[in-house]
T-cell receptor, first 111, second 114 residues
Framework: QQQVKQSPQSLIVQKGGISIINCAYE??????FPWYQQFPGKGPALLIA???DVSEKKEGRFTISFNKSAKQFSLHIMDSQPGDSATYFC??????????WGAGTKLIIKP | DSGVTQTPKHLITATGQRVTLRCSPR?????VYWYQQSLDQGLQFLIQ???????AKGNILERFSAQQFPDLHSELNLSSLELGDSALYFC?????????????FGPGTRLTVL
């Protein structure tokens, strides 16, 4: 019940396309859903986060979509660029829980 | 640059040995987290300290231990090292202990056990 399941494990998208990464959770107490981006040789960095009071949050080309009833959330990267090539981690937490991390998605954007 | 520093950057050692990894959090951050990331694997949460006290424990082996000092820097001690301990070890910090706080990650220490 503590897991966050992330898919796909890897993803190849053409430049200009839409990258979509999905995550699912079981614990209905989770109420904070961040996405972290990790470039090779670097530590992860917070990209965007959402609370369940909204169904969507957009920051530039990055959008989180949240479906509370399905217990799923996803990251959409519009107009994907080679510089977006990185590993993306979803995570979930609540006030009495540690941040639970997804397994990560390695995204490659082909020029 | 996240403001979190980790030393050393690389560490090569032999099985059975003991090593210490060091982390200095961002100025003003009270929480320190340790993570292990094996090759092509996700992040495994090891342990969290908040203002010198252990706050949460994850999948940390008994051979591993950590502490946070009064100046808020933290050390992760790995002993009786095995080949499988080879990994990237990340330290992260946050301003408080809250689970909603953004975690700022350091550049990591790459440990190779031969």
């Amino acid at each position: 019940q503590q897991q966050v399941k992330q898919s796909p494990q890897s993803l190849i998208v053409q430049k200009g396309g839409i990258s979509i990464i999905n995550c699912a959770y079981e614990n209905t107490a989770f109420d904070y859903f961040p996405w972290y981006q990790q470039f090779p040789g670097k530590g992860p960095a917070l990209l965007i986060a959402i609370r369940p009071d909204v169904s969507e949050k957009k920051e530039g080309r990055f959008t989180i979509s949240f479906n509370k009833s399905a217990k799923q959330f996803s990251l959409h990267i519009m107009d994907s660029q080679p510089g977006d090539s990185a590993t993306y981690f979803c995570a979930a937490s609540a006030s009495n829980y540690q941040l639970i991390w997804g397994a990560g998605t390695k995204l490659i954007i082909k020029p | 640059d996240s403001g979190v520093t980790q030393t050393p950057k690389h560490l090569i050692t032999a099985t059975g040995q003991r090593v210490t990894l060091r982390c200095s959090p961002r100025s003003g951050d009270l929480s320190v987290y340790w993570y292990q990331q094996s090759l092509d694997q996700g992040l495994q949460f090891l342990i969290q300290y908040y203002n010198g006290e252990e706050r949460a424990k994850g999948n940390i082996l008994e051979r591993f231990s950590a502490q946070q000092f009064p100046d808020l820097h933290s050390e992760l001690n790995l002993s009786s090292l095995e080949l499988g301990d080879s990994a990237l070890y990340f330290c992260a910090s946050s301003v408080d202990s809250g689970t909603y706080s953004e975690q700022f990650f350091g550049p990591g220490t790459r440990l190779t056990v031969l």
